[in-house]
């Protein structure tokens, strides 16, 4: 199993940040809007990002838009551990990630301490943990996955990488746990018809080639995450904390 240090000697903490970024892709042939808005609009004969062009039907004293609908339900995202450390994360079709949120739910699991020395024992207490992007995911699989960063268009070929995130300040040891994470996806997919995925169940408009409609839903997934306890012969806690996927 393969971790990241969240101690170091002499108890200093590392603080792990996860890397942000905006990856490329396509999505139903379009490209990416960088600020997810109710309505996405560009005038006529220029197409906005991440949208279509109107058809050319003649002059049109409106701009174009593209209606964003929640359909209440659409694809679930399934994820894989490479290496132990971060998850890549994918869709059975083209979707695009608009923006997610992660909270942790039930509360740390108390895991084996013996291995604790006395001043570590005395002075740990449990983490703070979520997940957040992880540019890190990058080259560990084929092709390269980005970071989860909001407008990543991701496929079942297009991946993105997420990885858990120590978020306490103090120098303090962490306790051994196991945490669960749940991480809430905001995503859409563009529909220029009625076939696929959630694109069947909008209501309210008819999506097709010159009336593209963006369909919106939400989907959740629970992530593990486990801080291990490693003796060392480094003062003052002859060990350190390690932080990785459990």
Do not use: H
Request: aromatic letters at 6%; hydrophobic letters at 30%; glycine letters at 12%.
């Amino acid at each position: 199993m393969r971790f990241s240090k969240l101690g170091a000697a002499g108890g200093a903490l590392i603080i792990l940040v996860a890397g942000c970024g905006s990856g490329g892709g396509k999505e139903g042939g379009q490209g990416l809007s960088a600020t997810p808005a109710p309505l996405s609009s560009a005038p006529q004969g220029q197409e906005s990002p991440g949208e279509s062009q109107p058809p050319s039907v003649g002059p049109s004293a409106q701009p174009w838009q593209t209606p964003r609908l929640s359909t209440g339900s659409g694809a679930s995202l399934n994820n894989r551990t490479p290496n132990n450390v971060c998850r890549q994360i994918s869709a059975p079709y083209p979707v695009r990630i608009e923006s997610f949120r992660a909270q942790a739910v039930g509360g740390p699991e108390a895991r084996n301490a013996d291995d604790l020395s006395e001043a570590a024992r005395a002075a740990a207490s449990f983490a703070q943990v979520t997940y957040g992007s992880d540019a890190e995911c990058a080259g560990l699989g084929s092709p390269a996955p980005r970071a989860c960063a909001p407008d990543t268009v991701i496929s079942s070929t297009e991946s993105c990488g997420v990885g858990p995130q120590f978020l306490s300040s103090t120098s303090r040891p962490a306790l051994p746990a196991k945490y669960t994470v749940r991480v809430t996806w905001s995503l859409s997919k563009l529909c220029t018809d009625a076939t696929t995925g959630p694109c069947r169940s909008i209501q309210g408009a008819q999506p097709g080639p010159g009336r593209p409609v963006r369909a919106t839903w939400q989907a959740t997934t629970d992530l593990p995450a486990c801080v291990e306890w490693v003796p060392n012969s480094v003062e003052p806690y002859l060990g350190e904390s390690l932080f990785g996927q459990c």
